[in-house]
């Protein structure tokens, strides 16, 4: 029986004629993803879904979804699936990451002319019949310091582009090594130095944890005077309530925003401030980029449907169906020990050794190594996936270098991670016991063996003693309960390690607490 996939939102018909041409069969219903109930009573019926923004994959939906496959995401973001639903169903989750990179890019660009030389409130007021030459007094770009923080695909075309236009290019990105800045020919600095010397600001970023109101009021208030701020990206990225005290004040001279933290937005701090421009989240919304994302999920979608094949997975590894069962497990041990080296890494990543040693070593290391990348990465860029991150690695001119080794010292397959980013290295190293978990064995050269749990305290600390009960007693007193803890030292009185496994998260007064204690150097929470 042929597999059939529903359409629950609007796309090319080309990408339609994909679906048959290759012998999937296709019911094409646009409106239905606007109607939650109706698209949970019919998913039953189908072996894949290709969606764009509009339907929301919801648990209910993916509960009735006792056919479902795979779900194929016309566009990067895939904020509109429940990932941790569809990834406990069994459903793999794709998306087309580069394919509207130079649609949104260009609409950046608009953007920052409209708000430079005010051409929408020019506009209206000449339809309006009136002709108010010197009110509309905008201001050049030619020359001005253009500051794009998150110079990866969409951010470096961006760069390209104002290059093109005369100005001058800094860029903000922890993952932009020195070489790739100067191939793109922009100048890496840090935020505090993007505030300050900046006419324009857009943002390319995902919406992390970490980037969240990553211009919040303090730093609006830190920019140059005068300063115009674009945002193409991801609404939550500017705090919108301080951006507009900072436009009443006139600190800020004007902003152009396509995203907003709540969409659609019907009403927002920045609406009817004359300096703002605001657009219905356009960034992809070109003819060439629709068609572009469309055909691209429909052959990613029947690739899987009829051969198996998986790509632009972003919560499955790119492996054959043969591999997949001895293979799982390494994918989970690398992906986590690369986010274990993300979590703790604040500057950009410059190079990545992955060393392979025993049974491990003949297995699929491409796969192993993406999950790897894939882990280390996520931290900052939350729409990486295992296909898309070692592009993204190479882009940013991270060194990726693989190591095989046949044989292992103490077990029998073990994956070794080493971290670069400028003087300091971090290293970390681990393996899959017999009940298929993996387990930390290795942080820089100090053995522990520790399983990874949902919520972890790293601590790293002077072996000293009183040290323990003190750390068990400020987590005792706070109300955490400790699931497991995991020691290791380099040697008496030296460098030592403390795992914590948390049963719930940790607060960040918490982890203040711990860090404050005496002989620690370093407390950090992190999750998995």
Not at 487 to 508: C, F, K, N
Request: glycine share 10%.
């Amino acid at each position: 029986m042929a597999p059939r996939v529903l359409i629950s939102d609007k796309l090319s018909p080309a990408a339609i004629q994909i679906f048959k041409d290759r012998g999937v069969e296709v019911d094409f219903q646009p409106d239905l993803g606007k109607d939650k109930d109706r698209l949970a009573a019919v998913i039953g019926d189908y072996d894949g879904l290709a969606i764009r923004s509009a339907t929301k994959v919801t648990p209910k939906i993916l509960a009735n979804a006792s056919r479902l496959k795979v779900i194929g995401r016309a566009g990067i973001g895939v904020d509109n699936v429940d990932l941790p639903a569809a990834t406990a169903k069994g459903v793999i989750v794709m998306n087309t990451p580069f394919g509207n990179s130079i649609t949104t890019a260009e609409h950046a660009i608009a953007m920052m002319f409209a708000v430079a030389r005010e051409i929408p409130a020019a506009d209206a007021s000449t339809q309006g019949g009136k002709w108010e030459k010197n009110r509309f007094m905008g201001v050049e770009i030619t020359s001005k310091t253009l500051g794009i923080i998150g110079c990866g695909n969409i951010g470096s075309i961006v760069a390209e582009r104002a290059i093109g236009l005369k100005m001058r290019v800094i860029a903000f990105d922890p993952f932009l090594s020195p070489e790739r800045a100067q191939d793109l020919g922009v100048e890496k600095v840090e935020l505090d130095e993007l505030f300050a010397r900046a006419d324009f600001i857009t943002l390319h970023t995902p919406l992390t944890e970490k980037t969240r109101n990553v211009i919040d009021r303090q730093a609006l208030f830190r920019m140059k005077k005068g300063v115009r701020i674009i945002n193409c990206a991801r609404g939550g990225l500017v705090d919108e309530a301080a951006l507009r005290e900072a436009l009443d004040a006139g600190h800020v001279a004007g902003a152009g925003f396509d995203v907003f933290v709540t969409e659609p937005a019907t009403e927002n701090p920045l609406f009817g401030h004359p300096a703002v421009v605001c657009t219905p989240h356009l960034g992809a919304a070109t003819t060439e980029a629709q068609e572009n994302v469309a055909l691209q999920v429909a052959e990613q979608m029947s690739e899987y449907l009829l051969r198996g094949a998986v790509s632009n997975a972003v919560n499955s590894p790119s492996i054959t169906a043969e591999e997949a069962p001895r293979l799982r497990p390494f994918v989970a041990l690398a992906e986590k020990l690369g986010s274990f080296a993300g979590q703790l890494t604040e500057a950009g990543v410059t190079a990545i050794r992955i060393e392979y040693e025993g049974l491990v070593a003949g297995m699929n290391t491409r796969a192993l190594t993406s999950a790897a990348v894939t882990g280390l990465l996520k931290p900052q860029l939350a729409d990486i996936n295992m296909v898309s991150a070692p592009v993204i690695a190479r882009e940013r001119g991270v060194a990726i270098e693989e190591v095989l080794r046949e044989a292992a010292e103490t077990y029998d397959s073990v994956i070794r991670l080493t971290v670069t980013t400028g003087d300091v290295t971090r290293h970390v190293a681990g393996t899959v016991f017999a009940d298929g978990k993996p387990r930390i064995i290795d942080i820089k050269g100090i053995e522990i063996e520790a399983a990874f749990g949902p919520s972890m305290l790293y601590v790293t600390n002077e072996d000293k003693p009183g040290y323990v009960g003190a750390l068990g007693a400020t987590l005792g007193a706070a109300g955490v309960n400790i699931a497991t803890f995991n020691l290791g030292r380099a040697a008496e009185g030296g460098d030592a390690i403390a795992i914590v496994q948390i049963d719930g998260d940790i607060p960040d007064s918490v982890v203040a607490q711990v860090q404050a204690l005496e002989h620690v150097k370093q407390a950090r929470a992190l999750r998995f």
